[in-house]
């Protein structure tokens, strides 16, 4: 069975800060693809990033990282120096090779206060 | 611009009244599928489409339909909606699931509430 979990329901810090969302997946296939998206206040999903499961190079785009480890089964993603427009639900989400279908963490909440 | 359109974007209706929420897609896309959104348990597949006229079920179809009979649309069809498909509804699209570098794009949301 496929699932992903995102521990942390919700995340608060000052604005400035670094935070880490947590993502931990289980799938038995051996390929499969993991994505972050973004649901700002607005409420649209805004893709961020797909990572295929034979990269595990750690990608960085401008404030955001992620570090993918299979090892551990993790997909986390930094913010660095947090900013109030940063502030959403973030969700983790896996599909195994030739699926149908995303498979969605819980979603964390991130507050970003000023 | 390349996009997923839903309508309408926000519904209040009664349980038992018939009704459809559109979906529409202008990137040529074969895959196309709606997901709902509940607190603490993220985004749950309902329906998903390969292609026109191939239409298959997801992790939460009952009281659910679709149709695709055109390649862009995809609208879903809540026969006789109840409370508990007061929700947040999303469609999305990608060229086929099936490819590496396949990533699917949402629309903008639907939130339904069935009284």
């Known amino acids: 069975a496929q699932k992903v979990t995102q521990a942390q329901t919700e995340i608060s810090v000052v604005e400035k800060e670094d935070v880490t969302l947590d993502c931990v997946y289980e799938t038995r296939d051996t390929t499969y693809y993991l994505f972050w998206y973004k649901q700002p206040p607005s409420g649209e999903l805004v893709f961020l990033i797909r990572r295929n499961s034979f990269d595990e190079q750690n990608e960085i785009s401008g404030r955001y990282s992620w570090n993918f480890q299979k090892s551990t089964s993790s997909f986390n993603f930094t913010i660095t120096a947090s900013q109030v427009v940063d502030s959403a639900v973030y969700f983790c989400a896996l599909r195994p090779q030739g699926a149908q279908k995303l498979v969605f963490g819980q979603g964390t909440r991130l507050t970003i206060n000023p | 611009e390349a996009q997923v359109t839903q309508n309408p974007r926000y519904l209040i209706t009664v349980t038992g009244k018939k009704l459809t929420v559109t979906c529409s897609q202008n990137?040529?896309?074969?895959?196309m599928s709606w997901y709902r959104q509940d607190p603490g348990l993220g985004l749950r597949q309902i329906y998903y489409s390969m292609n026109v006229e191939v239409t298959d079920k997801g992790d939460v179809p009952e009281g659910y339909k679709v149709s695709r009979k055109e390649k862009r649309n995809f609208p879903l069809i809540l026969e006789s909606p109840s409370p508990n498909q007061t929700s947040l509804y999303f469609c999305?699209?990608?060229?086929?699931?099936?490819?590496?570098?396949?990533?699917?794009?949402f629309g903008p949301g639907t939130r339904l509430t069935v009284l």
């Open positions: 990137m040529n896309h074969e895959y």
């Open positions: 999305a699209s990608s060229w086929s699931p099936g490819l590496a570098v396949d990533t699917q794009y």
